[in-house]
């Protein structure tokens, strides 16, 4: 597509994104204008009413076909308290990855005998936080756990096994975690041994298996593989299947697979190879929280010379998508639909890899205009950080035409406040 979408078109990457009545580019009934003006930017905007109905969609989803399964939101997708609380609300579960986003999880008011730790270097401190919260249950990924787990715990942990399946996923080979070389799972040969020592010790409950294959995965066949790797494992209560069905970025990329397909694909392959009474969880992340984010920025500056640079006051500081991944966005200039030109929307960062999109096509980009970058809610505010002590933007909530902070922006105060 050789030219910028229409602002109506791109309600297709994210939904909430869409002219409101005066004409105006709007999100969440508020005009991003509008938001800009209170809120500043760089930020993160959050639509409400895609986030819950996504979230409902997959609770339906799974449960229609299998009525004991179990959705539990990647919280490290986007670890805010108001995003996991609205996940609990209807009524999901979570996945947290360390203290720290298992805290965040608390915060956002996740019943602890909803969430689950996984991880491959759980720390004591990990451990300890989770055994104390008394979380539902503990993912083994090595035999240290085991050994933490029985210093640590008090009581019987809830546990379940992480193996690798052996599946190569489609997708960026930083995000693939399925295959032999993977730093995930206990290694192929040992798993029936951490099994028993699991099954064995007066500090574990040892309740089934997992197992989680990459993600910004667009096929639905690698998923179904890896139910049948894990089932051939033996019968167990509880089988957890990870996340990873990835999201379209791009006006020029084929629609992902819906939740609806990914839940038929992967809870019709448990219905042939799991047994009938065991619980099966996913773990979606990406999915889930990815269309229902935006980030809006201010152009800073543009350069016309062999290329076209279009600056903006964000970058690889609150999106690293596209540096660590290669992630195509899909840019447009707010309020604007004058003659497109191909641009290349470069981050306010000291180092070239600073770039959100190459040869996009913009509508006429001056300094002050407003540049919109749909899909960022999943892995964006997850991933930011502080380089060139750039402070990280806020995340805003919009919903029915109302805005609200969920994460405040952070200040030259709080980047020194460490400083001893
Ligand atoms: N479960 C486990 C055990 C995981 O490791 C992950 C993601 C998920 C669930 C959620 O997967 P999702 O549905 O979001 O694909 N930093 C990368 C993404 C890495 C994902 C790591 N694990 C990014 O920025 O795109």
Redesign the pocket.
């Known amino acids: 597509m050789e030219r910028p979408a229409s602002h109506s078109e791109l309600a297709e990457l994210s939904p909430g994104l869409r002219p409101g009545p005066d004409g105006r580019l709007a999100f969440g009934g508020c005009a991003l204008a509008d938001l800009a003006a209170e809120f500043g930017t760089a930020a993160i905007l959050v639509d409400v009413a895609t986030l819950r109905s996504t979230a409902e969609r997959y609770v339906e989803a799974t449960t229609a076909i299998r009525p004991n399964s179990r959705v539990h939101f990647?919280t490290?997708?986007f670890p805010v308290p108001a995003v996991v609380g609205l996940m609990a609300e209807a009524g999901l579960y979570c996945?947290v990855?360390s203290a720290g986003e298992l805290a965040i999880a608390l915060a956002g008011g996740m019943p602890a005998e909803r969430i689950l730790l996984?991880g491959n270097a759980k720390t004591d401190l990990d451990i300890g936080a989770a055994l104390e919260a008394g979380i539902g249950l503990i993912v083994i990924d090595s035999f240290d756990d085991i050994d933490r787990i029985e210093r640590l715990a008090e009581r019987p942990q809830p546990v379940i096994v992480r193996i690798n399946p052996g599946v190569l996923a489609p997708t960026h080979e930083a995000?693939a975690?399925g295959h032999g070389e993977s730093k995930f799972g206990i290694p192929n040969g040992q798993v029936e041994a951490a099994i028993a020592r699991a099954a064995a010790s007066p500090k574990m409950e040892m309740l089934g298996l997992h197992v989680?294959i990459?993600?910004?995965?667009l096929e639905l066949e690698p998923f179904v593989e890896s139910v049948e790797r894990i089932a051939a494992l033996g019968t167990f209560d509880l089988y957890d299947l990870?996340?990873?069905?990835?999201s379209r970025y791009a006006m020029d990329e084929p629609v992902a697979p819906s939740i609806e397909d990914y839940a038929e694909a992967l809870f019709g392959a448990a219905a042939v190879h799991l047994p009938d009474e065991s619980v099966v969880a996913i773990?979606?992340?990406?999915?889930t929280v990815a269309p229902a984010g935006i980030s809006l920025y201010s152009v800073v500056g543009v350069k016309r010379g062999d290329r076209t640079f279009v600056a903006i006051d964000g970058g690889m500081g609150d999106n690293?998508?596209t540096a660590?991944?290669g992630t195509r966005f899909w840019p447009a200039i707010v309020d604007k639909d004058g003659g497109p030109e191909r641009c290349d929307v470069v981050g306010h960062h000291c180092e070239t890899g600073d770039r959100l999109a190459t040869d996009a096509w913009l509508s006429s980009p001056e300094v002050g205009d407003l540049l919109v970058i749909p899909v960022t809610g999943?892995?964006c505010h997850?991933?930011a950080n502080n380089y060139n002590a750039m402070p990280r933007p806020p995340v805003i909530f919009v919903e029915d035409g109302d805005a609200r902070v969920a994460i405040r922006r952070e200040t030259i105060a709080d980047l020194l406040g460490r400083a001893t």
């Open positions: 990647a490290k997708a996945d990855a996984h995000m975690t989680h990459g993600s910004q995965i990870g996340g990873g069905l990835g773990e979606p992340g990406r999915s690293m998508e660590l991944y999943a892995y997850s991933m």
